[in-house]
């Protein structure tokens, strides 16, 4: 057995579905070693991960997933066990926009508490980067023609935007006071294999597979829209700054640490989303409008980020929409499991 040292990461969210994508995308491209705990009470499940050693058996042993509640600390018996930590890639939290309106206060805590736990373990393993996943809604919504650059006036509105504000904060005061190696990224709405019906295009595939009409939120003067990407992107996205971009750390004042836009120059209204999803699938689209922002506090029209920074590092993103939305939409249809 070779003595080669290996790089070992710690991955958290690795049961949902971002994380699960990162896992498989890293084992795929890299030689790295994953340390991943999950908790198993939110959205992700152990098939995420167990379908991931099915297609590629030899992965298991590159992979060590322990049980862990993130919204507490990690023993000092649990961090005795691990190696020498070279990353932590946080993309653990609960993330859904109507479930944290109905119920924001044990939605705004468990991620609050998520990212004290990770950025605590990270003053212990001193990785050489702490990677924070967060979101474009921490920006609000965009007006027509906006694209929110890295660093504009965050005004999340919605308890979900609100609690990755939160998270992104107390990462950036760990950065200043503890020296803790912050990278945060920004991304745009997310879709691929293994994403939950909950999700927009998910629900889409579904519905339009049933021959169900559509709800379409917004009305004839403006309906909302978002930018997408597929997820491998992403992760791909991830690997690169990892690999290409030198950490900044804190030295004076007005230093921010590292932050990227992950997005991709797919606008689509959710008309337009509703209509390629049918496409694809050789559907006739049924639908109707529904103002529903009008009267529902919370949900933005529009999120729009500007991806300019990370292109100038040498970033391109390697696969497209439509084969993308195509690749994903054909195993939905054959795994419809993961439609219920």
């Known amino acids: 057995m070779s003595n080669e040292y290996k790089k070992t990461t710690i991955l958290s969210g690795a049961g949902g579905f971002i994380g699960s994508h990162v896992l498989e995308y890293f084992l795929n491209n890299t030689d790295w070693n994953f340390i991943c705990p999950c908790s198993w009470r939110h959205k992700g499940t152990p098939e995420r991960i167990t379908e991931i050693f099915e297609r590629n058996p030899e992965f298991k042993d590159r992979v060590k997933v322990i049980t862990h509640d993130l919204t507490v600390p990690f023993t000092e018996h649990t961090i005795s066990t691990f190696p020498q930590i070279d990353y932590i890639i946080n993309v653990a939290s609960d993330s859904h926009v109507f479930r944290s309106i109905e119920d924001p206060v044990p939605f705004i805590q468990n991620n609050v508490n998520l990212i004290l736990t990770m950025l605590e373990l990270a003053r212990v393993v001193k990785p050489k980067v702490f990677f924070h996943i967060s979101t474009d ?8 023609d906006t694209l929110y650059k890295e660093w504009d006036v965050i005004l999340p509105s919605n308890p979900y935007a609100s609690s990755k504000a939160a998270q992104e904060a107390i990462a950036i005061s760990y950065w200043r006071t503890y020296n803790v190696p912050l990278v945060i990224t920004n991304t745009v709405n997310n ?3 293994n994403q939950d019906s909950e999700k927009y295009l998910s629900r889409l595939i579904k519905q339009i597979h049933n021959d169900e009409t559509v709800t379409i939120h917004g009305n004839d003067d403006f309906i909302g829209g978002r ?72 949900h933005d029209r529009r999120y729009a980020l500007d991806g300019t920074n990370l292109k100038e590092t040498g970033w391109d993103m390697p696969f497209k929409l439509r084969e993308s939305l195509k690749k994903y939409i054909n195993w939905a249809l054959e795994n419809k499991q993961w439609l219920q």
């Open 227 to 298: 930018f997408y990407i597929y997820v491998d992107n992403h992760a791909d996205a991830i690997l690169h700054i990892i690999k290409n971009v030198p950490i900044k750390m804190f030295k004076d004042e007005q230093d921010r640490p590292l932050r990227f836009n992950v997005t991709s120059e797919d606008e689509l209204d959710n008309r337009e989303a509703a209509t390629l999803v049918a496409e694809l699938m050789g559907k006739e689209l049924k639908y109707k409008l529904v103002d529903f922002h009008t009267d529902r506090p919370g």
């Open 137 to 144: 809604e921490v920006y609000g919504s965009a007006p027509i």
């Open 191 to 193: 879709f691929g294999e």
